[in-house]
């Protein structure tokens, strides 16, 4: 098992509320949050991103939704690369393309967003790298943070929600048709990331740990209290 000093080296926190200020880059905008959805493949994460954003049309805030690897013509660009299933990539090969996709990411989409005070809604983030390619493809985490804190310039999810389900039945729930590259590793390699997420759900700040294998709507209920404890003045609590 993957012992817990080693998921807490290097963990710095600057979230939105955070350093940004202090480093002497722009401010970030009143209302700005950046919320990542994290789980394995088949969470559920989509589906819940769809349905908080459509919550925030409700109230009158338009979100900005993305993902990763991706986001931006570059990012996208990468994720082709990084996800073909004919390419042949080594674990630090399949690492750099990540974080090359995260660095333009924060830059073009991340950072101008919340500097705008909007609200970032995106599907994965750094916890993904931590949970595949470190726990996943087994590379030493310390230099999975290491590189992922230049790729981000210490930018942080204000709140990262794990959707946990086991990898067998978020990967019984896929319709799409054939696997990628990473989705087609095999079951172990699902396990070590369903593992390392659940470790990090323990050790790492501000992540909201979601049982994700109710019906959609019971999860979205537990989606949606989490970022109301967290956020009340924007994730108004539901009533009933
Ligand atoms: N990756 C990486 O290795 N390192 C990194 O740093 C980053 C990414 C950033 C990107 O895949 C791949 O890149 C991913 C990790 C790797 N590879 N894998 N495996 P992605 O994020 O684009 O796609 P995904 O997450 O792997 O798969 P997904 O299918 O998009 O998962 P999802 O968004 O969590 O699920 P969903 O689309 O919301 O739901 C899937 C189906 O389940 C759909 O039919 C839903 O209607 C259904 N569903 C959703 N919720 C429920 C519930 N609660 N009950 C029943 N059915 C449900």
Same mark, same amino acid.
């Given at each position: 098992?993957?012992?817990?000093s080693?998921?807490w080296?290097?963990?710095?926190?600057?979230?939105?509320?955070?350093?940004?200020?202090s480093?002497?880059?722009?401010?970030v905008?009143?209302?700005a949050?950046? =919320?990542?959805?994290?789980?394995?493949?088949?969470?559920?994460?989509?589906?819940?991103?769809?349905?908080?954003?459509?919550?925030?049309?409700?109230?009158?805030?338009?979100?900005?939704?993305?993902?990763?690897?991706?986001?931006t013509?570059?990012?996208?660009?990468?994720?082709?690369? +990084? *996800?073909?299933? $004919?390419?042949?990539?080594d674990? /630090?090969?399949?690492?750099l393309?990540?974080l090359?996709?995260?660095?333009?990411?924060?830059?073009?989409?991340?950072?101008?967003?919340?500097?705008?005070?909007? =609200?970032?809604?995106?599907?994965?983030?750094?916890?993904?790298?931590?949970?595949?390619?470190?726990?996943?493809?087994? *590379?030493?985490?310390?230099?999975?943070?290491?590189?992922?804190q230049?790729?981000?310039?210490?930018?942080?999810?204000?709140?990262?929600?794990?959707?946990?389900?086991?990898?067998?039945?978020? *990967?019984?729930?896929?319709?799409?048709?054939?696997?990628?590259r990473i989705?087609?590793?095999?079951? $172990?390699?699902?396990?070590?990331?369903?593992?390392?997420?659940?470790?990090?759900?323990?050790?790492?700040p501000n992540?909201?740990? =979601?049982?994700?294998?109710?019906?959609?709507?019971?999860?979205?209920? +537990?989606?949606?209290?989490?970022?109301?404890?967290?956020?009340?003045?924007?994730? /108004?609590?539901?009533?009933?």
């Amino acid at each position: 098992m993957r012992c817990r000093s080693r998921i807490w080296a290097l963990s710095t926190t600057t979230s939105t509320s955070g350093r940004l200020e202090s480093s002497g880059r722009k401010p970030v905008g009143p209302g700005a949050r950046f =919320i990542a959805f994290e789980g394995v493949e088949g969470a559920g994460k989509s589906t819940q991103i769809r349905l908080v954003a459509d919550a925030l049309r409700k109230q009158g805030i338009e979100p900005v939704v993305t993902r990763e690897p991706g986001g931006t013509r570059a990012g996208e660009a990468i994720r082709a690369v +990084a *996800l073909d299933r $004919d390419l042949e990539l080594d674990p /630090a090969t399949e690492l750099l393309l990540m974080l090359a996709a995260r660095s333009v990411f924060v830059r073009q989409v991340v950072r101008p967003a919340l500097e705008a005070g909007r =609200i970032v809604l995106t599907d994965r983030y750094e916890l993904s790298t931590f949970a595949y390619q470190g726990g996943g493809r087994q *590379l030493p985490l310390t230099d999975v943070r290491e590189l992922n804190q230049l790729a981000t310039g210490g930018l942080r999810p204000d709140l990262s929600m794990l959707l946990d389900v086991d990898p067998d039945r978020g *990967l019984a729930r896929r319709t799409r048709g054939a696997r990628d590259r990473i989705e087609g590793a095999d079951l $172990d390699f699902h396990r070590r990331v369903a593992q390392t997420y659940r470790e990090l759900a323990r050790a790492e700040p501000n992540v909201a740990l =979601i049982d994700g294998r109710g019906e959609i709507e019971q999860v979205f209920a +537990a989606v949606w209290e989490a970022l109301s404890a967290r956020f009340p003045e924007t994730f /108004a609590p539901r009533q009933g």
